[in-house]
């Protein structure tokens, strides 16, 4: 099955899905954050199960959900090396493989639109019946998704490096025009004529291409010099993007929040729950009886990592597999006494509890989420107790 690719209209941004089809193992690549859910309800539509949550470079003009992703769904985190995505749990160097069931996904460094750009190159295994690849009269460039049950042999993800008819910019974060051209011409344009390409952007309404046509074709590339391509590109005069001062430090954090270490309660209610409170103020609420404390985190996780004396245990999901707790309507509405007491949420750095407290708000519970959670977000060495959360705060806890 070829990559299902998905579509963020706010910054142009397109998100894959693949998947083997034997073991149902699958690999979002660049993820955006405003569309966590949607991909979310794609890979349960799929019937896969996320095993890794890959970026081609710290983008400028979104924000990833590659950390939510991976607390929602057990999945890692993998980011290139030279990107500074510390809390990344792989780093990511020129040659690695990525590894989901049977297929891999080769690391190519392609510096350029910025210092640690990488792409993706699949070439597929062998299909597990008998099936045509697409014909390229079916899909005309860039202008027809190929259907998802077509097996193409050959893929490249290519971030912002090779774009359809055009490519990334080199005017900030590390770029440079000559190392770009050096990345395509001498790394991208030798993998076979007939591997697809599939951007991170596209700003025509333009879905893919393949490295013969782009080689043939692409107007910043074709017959052009490298002094030629590198004129060109210091020539664009391109203005800063938008939400490079915000985004650029997310994503250096897998997009993590920046608000996790502030005090009180969120001024207005957060998007489908009542609210953000500190560790303390979860506390201060649950000793003097004005919530009930819950801890949505696995079984395991409780009994190996620690937990809170006096919280509720009501699992949002569950080992092996991370699959949602058929029972937590049940348990989260007793929790709460049907609605008379109101409820914060714990789980392991505030991720997993949001999804929660917004399925319990959808039952007409009042719930909160507590910041940082038990352990915290990750530091700039992927760490966890350092920042924030429960245990980082000093409040009570025990292990088993």
């Known amino acids: 099955m070829n990559p299902t690719q998905l579509f963020d209209p706010a910054s142009s941004t397109y998100t894959y899905i693949l998947f083997d089809e034997d073991t149902r193992e699958?690999?979002?690549?660049?993820?955006v954050d405003v569309q966590l859910e949607r991909d979310l309800a794609t890979l349960e539509r799929l019937g896969v199960r996320l095993i890794w949550?890959?970026?081609t470079h710290a983008h400028a003009d979104h924000i990833t959900s590659a950390a939510q992703l991976a607390e929602?769904?057990?999945a890692r985190t993998a980011a290139p090396a030279g990107c500074d995505i510390g809390t990344a749990a792989v780093q990511l160097q020129d040659g690695d493989t990525v590894t989901f069931g049977h297929e891999q996904l080769r690391v190519l460094h392609t510096p350029g639109h910025t210092a640690g750009s990488v792409c993706f190159y699949w070439q597929r295994a062998e299909p597990p019946h008998d099936e045509p690849p697409s014909e390229p009269a079916q899909a005309p460039l860039g202008h027809e998704m190929r259907p998802d049950l077509r097996h193409d042999a050959r893929h490249v993800f290519t971030g912002d490096t090779l774009l359809i008819q055009g490519c990334g910019r080199t005017d900030f974060q590390s770029g440079d025009?000559?190392?770009?051209?050096?990345s395509i011409t001498q790394k991208l344009f030798t993998l076979p004529d007939t591997a697809i390409v599939w951007p991170c952007h596209d700003y025509h309404e333009r879905t893919q291409s393949t490295i013969g046509v782009e080689k043939a074709t692409n107007p910043r590339l074709a017959g052009k010099s490298r002094d030629e391509f590198i004129a060109l590109m210091n020539a664009l005069d391109?203005?800063?993007p938008r939400r490079i001062d915000e985004a650029v430090p997310a994503n250096q954090r897998s997009g993590l929040r920046?608000?996790?270490g502030s005090g009180g309660v969120a001024d207005a209610a957060a998007q489908g729950y009542a609210g953000d409170i500190t560790p303390q103020q979860a506390h201060e609420w649950m000793t003097h009886g004005k919530a009930v404390l819950v801890d949505v985190r696995t079984d395991a996780e409780r009994e190996w990592v620690g937990f809170v004396p006096g919280a509720l245990a009501v699992a949002w999901k569950q080992w092996p597999g991370m699959e949602l707790n058929p029972d937590f309507d049940a348990q989260i509405r007793a929790a709460a006494d049907d609605g008379q007491k109101t409820l914060a949420l714990l789980c392991r750095s505030g991720v997993?509890?949001?999804?929660?407290?917004?399925?319990a708000t959808e039952l007409g519970l009042t719930v909160y989420n507590i910041l940082g959670g038990f352990e915290g977000e990750p530091d700039e060495h992927a760490q966890r107790g350092h920042?924030?959360?429960w245990r980082h705060a000093g409040l009570p806890w025990r292990q088993n």
């Open 72 to 74: 929602l769904t057990g």
């Open 53 to 55: 949550a890959l970026e």
């Open 177 to 182: 025009a000559g190392a770009l051209y050096d």
């Open 387 to 389: 920042k924030n959360g």
């Open 238 to 240: 391109l203005p800063k």
């Open 26 to 31: 699958a690999v979002i690549i660049d993820p």
């Open 352 to 359: 997993r509890s949001i999804a929660a407290a917004q399925r």
């Open 258 to 260: 920046q608000d996790a």
